[in-house]
Each structure stands twice: as structure tokens, then as C-alpha cells.
């Protein structure tokens, strides 16, 4: 250390006094180094949206858990949908949103609207609010390198809405390697070059099933799966294959809830370690999952 840095710390350590504050910050910093320890070089794959995406506040504490998380040496990897933004612009350009069993009817138009904003907009803002808080992050679509092919869904009654054909992370991996933080806009071609739409958290969980990843994180407008929707104390904090599979079974898990249980189930079924469904409208929920025991959502763990 240079002299000018020593001058530096010396005059930031005596202008202030030791607070009990200082000494709660650094007992949690100390309590933390068994997660850092257990999660560094591991893969977390974080499916961002929802009211976190929404507002400035939440947005500004999730580039800041991404930003921490990756200085600690997990390897973050980043997918986003934007449904709020992409339905303002179709409003802004005359196309009226139309959806279908809870999906977006994508026409070619409404594609180039989801592409522009998905790959355009939305993303950069992601990748400049991760900038900002002094770890680098790059911005893709499913489209750059070929990491997913997408297929249409179902019979194409949806138009261009895809689901994952193929997934392809040979271009994930130096970044991750080097630090950056990969983040990934839901947007994907078929095998005859046509872009698709596809659910951010059915990409999200293929992503984390590709990269063996030690984690997939759903941020949601939810505590987690409720045994009973109308009521936040019946959170289920804990909970296996086999009983989130039971859950929808029984229509408990439904509606905006049930595609995404499936995708836990999907992820933890090819590999993943744990799948996590959190509340983004809690600030710093990421790190509250991660870096402490009882974490603040569900988590969908284990085989059978």
C-alpha cells in the first residue's frame, strides 16, 4: 500500500468513532464466511422481475446484492423477462396486448416489440445498474452464440412464444470464469432463424440444469408457495420434489405460481441442487436467501 492510501485509511479510521454499528457490520461480515466460503465458484442462476424490476429502490439493492455476490466469488448468472415495459410500448406503437391462457399472443410485430425492449432496453439497464456498482456484467439474448434454441410452443396458437429446444452455454463459461456476471434477455431463434418469446423463468431453469448450477433463484411479487394463496403465514418454507408435485396435483399451486413451481421441479430433476422462490419486494432478498439459514422464501430441494 502507497503511502497516499495509508494517509487515506488512517484519516478515514480517526475522523469518525468506533460505533456499535461498526461493530454489528463487521459480526455479520464475520458470520457470513461460511456461505462465501460454501457458495464461491459455485453457480447461481437469478431469474429477475417482478416489482424488483419495477421499482427504482428494489432495483438499485438487487445490482447491489448481484454486484456483492459476484465480488465474493460466485459465479451470477442473470436471466429477465419485461412484460410491464413491453405492454407500455405496444400501447406507445398502437398494438393492443393479447394474451392467451396467461401467455402473450406474439405476432411478428409484437416480436419486433419484445425483441427491441427485451434485448434493447431492458437489458442494458441491467447491465449499467450491475456496472454502476463496480462489477462488470454483459448483456445477451438466447440468440448470441447460440445459447438456446428455441422451438414454437404447442401447436404455434400463441404465434412466436417459444420453449426451450436446445441450450448451449459454451459462451457462459469463460465470462463466468472471468468474473462477469452474464445477464440474459428471454429472446431466442428457432432452427429456422425466426426470433421467439419465451418465459423467462422456463429459461432461467434450463440455464441453471445446463451450467450444473448449485442454485436457481426465482425473484417474485410473493413470499414463496402459500398452503393457502389468501394468507402469507402459510408460507412453506421447505419442501421436496415430490410434495411441490402434489401441491399442483392438488390445485393448491396455480395460476402465475404454477409454471414457475414447474420450473423448480424441472431444474432440480436435471440437476440443480435447489430452487429457490423469493420475495423481490423484500430489499436484499437475494442475500437473505443465500447467506443465511433460514433464507426469506421456499425452498424446492432434493429427489423423489
Known amino acids: 500500500m502507497n503511502k497516499e492510501n495509508q494517509q487515506s485509511n488512517h484519516s478515514m479510521n480517526t475522523n469518525k468513532p468506533f460505533t456499535d454499528k461498526d461493530s454489528i457490520r463487521v459480526s455479520v461480515l ?48 442473470v436471466v429477465h423477462g419485461g412484460g410491464p415495459e413491453i405492454n407500455e410500448w405496444l400501447e406507445k406503437l398502437g398494438i393492443k396486448p393479447v394474451f392467451l391462457d396467461g401467455l402473450r399472443i406474439t405476432d411478428t410485430e409484437t416480436m419486433d416489440v419484445v425483441e427491441m425492449v427485451l434485448t434493447g432496453r431492458v437489458n442494458k439497464q441491467i447491465v449499467s445498474g450491475i456496472n454502476n456498482h463496480g462489477r462488470l456484467a454483459v448483456g445477451l439474448s438466447g440468440i448470441d452464440g447460440g445459447l438456446i434454441e428455441a422451438r414454437t410452443l404447442g401447436g404455434g396458437s400463441h404465434g412466436l412464444v417459444g420453449e426451450v429446444a436446445k441450450v448451449n452455454t459454451k459462451i457462459l463459461s469463460p465470462l463466468l470464469e472471468e468474473g462477469y456476471v452474464p445477464v440474459i434477455s428471454s429472446v431466442a431463434n428457432s432452427s429456422d432463424g425466426r426470433s421467439h418469446n419465451i418465459n423467462a423463468d422456463t429459461v432461467a431453469g434450463e440455464l441453471a440444469a445446463a451450467l450444473g448450477a448449485e442454485k436457481l433463484i426465482l ?22 420434489l415430490s410434495e411441490a408435485r402434489e401441491l399442483i396435483n392438488k390445485g393448491i399451486v396455480k395460476a402465475g405460481m404454477k409454471p414457475k413451481v414447474e420450473c423448480c421441479i424441472r431444474s432440480l430433476a436435471q440437476g440443480v441442487n435447489a430452487a429457490h422462490i423469493i420475495d423481490g419486494r423484500t430489499p436484499h432478498s437475494l442475500l437473505l436467501e443465500v447467506f443465511t439459514d433460514a433464507g426469506i422464501g421456499t425452498m424446492v430441494m432434493g429427489r423423489g
Open 30 to 77: 464475520s458470520e457470513a464466511l461460511p456461505y462465501i466460503q460454501r457458495f464461491a465458484n459455485k453457480r447461481i442462476v437469478i431469474k429477475y422481475g417482478g416489482s424488483a424490476m419495477a421499482n427504482k429502490t428494489l432495483q438499485n439493492a438487487v445490482f447491489r446484492d448481484l454486484a456483492l455476490l459476484s465480488f465474493v466469488g460466485v459465479q451470477i448468472v
Open 219 to 240: 425473484l417474485t411479487d410473493t413470499p414463496g408457495i402459500l398452503r393457502n394463496e389468501n394468507d402469507p403465514s402459510s408460507l412453506i418454507k421447505n419442501i421436496r
